[in-house]
T-cell receptor, first 113, second 109 residues
Framework: NAGVTQTPKFQVLKTGQSMTLQCAQD?????MSWYRQDPGMGLRLIHY???????DQGEVPNGYNVSRSTTEDFPLRLLSAAPSQTSVYFC????????????FGPGTRLTVT | DQQVKQNSPSLSVQEGRISILNCDYT??????FLWYKKYPAEGPTFLIS?????DKNEDGRFTVFLNKSAKHLSLHIVPSQPGDSAVYFC????????FGQGTTLQVKP
């Protein structure tokens, strides 16, 4: 099992550009989520999904789009990047929303100039 | 509105002593609480959890205490080891997992 994989590991964008952060898991987990980590702010939930075709907003969803067409993949789209979106992004998954242990990917470090 | 708060950004303890990390919450609907540990350049990993109906859970050197009336939980690490140096995130779950700001623990040899 590869677990939770995220690509790319690093990315630099210019303001206004769009991009997609990829997240995939091979554990047949129904629940997937995206977090961003910022100094002094901790881990903040962006969007989450309880299964294919179902997504919902977290604490800081503005500026981000998600879809869940398959169980394995949960991409995060930045529609028009802003410097405030400079952060480290983590994807996580678990069997269900109520599962205590979520498995996190290694993260994507994004810089928006 | 921050539902989970960790008010101490950092903590430094001597190897062998006790580390106590604190967490406060505002949402009474959390089903359970968790602690995650994060090393630099890695994703967070699950450490220990406690149900909202319990007041203590122990796993080896790690014990989590829950005080529902005060909406406060704490993680005790005894004895602390240099390998415990990491960022610790407290979280609560209501069907989605909400974390606090994190506390950086440094254990000095």
């Amino acid at each position: 099992n590869a677990g939770v994989t995220q690509t790319p590991k690093f990315q630099v964008l210019k303001t206004g550009q769009s991009m997609t952060l990829q997240c995939a898991q091979d554990m047949n987990h129904e629940y997937m989520s995206w977090y961003r980590q910022d100094p002094g702010m901790g881990l903040r939930l962006i969007h989450y999904s309880v299964g294919a075709g179902i997504t919902d907003q977290g604490e800081v969803p503005n500026g981000y789009n998600v879809s869940r067409s398959t169980t394995e993949d949960f991409p995060l789209r930045l529609l028009s990047a802003a410097p405030s979106q400079t952060s480290v992004y983590f994807c996580a998954s678990s069997y269900s929303a109520g599962e205590r242990e979520q498995y996190f990917g290694p993260g994507t470090r994004l810089t928006v100039t | 509105d921050q539902q989970v708060k960790q008010n101490s950004p950092s903590l430094s303890v001597q190897e062998g002593r006790i580390s106590i990390l604190n967490c406060d919450y505002t949402n009474s609907m959390f089903d359970y609480f968790l602690w995650y540990k994060k090393y630099p350049a890695e994703g967070p990993t699950f450490l220990i959890s406690i149900s909202s109906i319990k007041d203590k859970n122990e796993d080896g050197r790690f014990t989590v205490f829950l005080n529902k009336s005060a909406k406060h939980l704490s993680l005790h690490i005894v004895p602390s080891q240099p390998g415990d140096s990491a960022v610790y995130f407290c979280g609560g779950n209501t069907g989605k997992l909400i974390f606090g700001q994190g506390t950086t623990l440094q254990v000095k040899p």
